[in-house]
């Protein structure tokens, strides 16, 4: 979590609010709020939900890079369990409207063609069961129990070139 002292300040200085301001806007103590300025701690999601819902700021946009562009691969550490599991943000997606999940399942020999989307739209693949193979003019990309970002502005298809079930969700925002 890099950028996040940093994303914090310039939006709490630039919201007008000072360190009591933000802490008495957000239900954060102030002692957390200095800490998280200062580099010093590591804020749960949480907590940074609740700073980010006072500053009108995304969780993403509180730990990413301010640089990137706001549709990104985050692939940001922002939780390590006392037994050793993790939450990691893996991607950030603006969105205008919503988001829709689909679940998928694709028998082996199934292939769904999906039209170009707008610009501005993605979709995000997350792979339970089998290797998805997805369809780009650039070329095809295997994914297997992982995940995808794609711009989808462009063809593509989604196939199951393999002899078992795929299972994926498909988020779509826009």
Known sequence: MTFVAENVRARRQAAGLNQ???????????????????????????????????????????????ALPRSTVVDQLGWTGEQGGTGTLRWSVAVRREVDAWEWRLEPGDRYQA???????????????????????SGPVFIRQDG??????????????????????RCTGW
Request: proline share 4%.
């Open 115 to 137: 039209a170009p989307d707008p610009d501005g739209w993605h979709v995000m693949l997350f792979v339970l069961e089998g290797e998805l193979t997805l369809e780009l003019d």
């Open 20 to 66: 009591k301001g933000l802490a008495e806007a957000s239900g954060v103590s102030l002692r957390m709020i200095g800490a998280i300025e200062g580099g010093t701690t590591s804020a749960s999601t949480a907590t940074l939900d609740r700073i980010g819902m006072a500053l009108d700021a995304t969780l993403a946009e509180l730990v990413t890079d301010p």
């Open 148 to 169: 995808y970002l794609l711009a989808s502005n462009q063809p593509h298809a989604f196939a199951n070139r393999g002899e078992s079930v795929v299972r994926f969700y």
